[in-house]
């Protein structure tokens, strides 16, 4: 039996060139990746007067834009969205297909009072009832003091630019919104 030695063909600077290559594509595929995943994918955006009560005003937030593609909303979920007046943040009140009534200062999703603890200023005197459309979404800010019509809030759900799932800034108020 022989033994047979495997000697490479590259001298030592080749091999020096070789390797440094590897890193420039490996750091360069990784640069791509993150550039990739927070500009399409997760999107970091900074809150501006925003409509939920868990949210202020010039926190960053992470936006999951696949969750349109994917996965599905639900009840209660933070959105970011432009429903008239520049994007913001709402929270889904009800899914394509309910029907919404606001009746003296509650708000009844398919007959059922939906329990809000995050709601506050339902004026009581507006008395609206609404269809929220297959494929559409009623969205709505937690301050309800400024509502007039739920017609205003009703959008289609592909025209959500995504879900807030993640507060990473300031750090002291990080949070997972799941």
Known sequence: MRNYTVRSTYTRAESAARRAADVIVTLFLCAALVFVLFKFIWVPEITAD????EL????????????????????????RADIGGGMNEYRIIALGGSSVIIR??????????????????IPAELDEEA????????????DRSEIT??????????????EVRLRIYPLNRFNLFF
């Open 56 to 79: 202020e005003n010039g926190e960053i937030v992470i936006v999951d834009r696949l969750v349109k593609y994917f996965g599905g909303y639900a009840v209660g979920d933070i959105v």
């Open 131 to 142: 269809e929220v459309p297959t494929g559409y979404l009623l969205l709505l800010p937690d």
């Open 104 to 121: 003296g200062g509650s708000l009844y999703v398919d007959g059922r009072l939906l329990e809000e603890p995050y709601a506050s200023n």
């Open 50 to 53: 925003p409509g939920v009560g």
């Open 149 to 162: 019509l739920l017609s205003r809030g009703i959008i289609p759900a592909g025209d959500v630019f995504g």
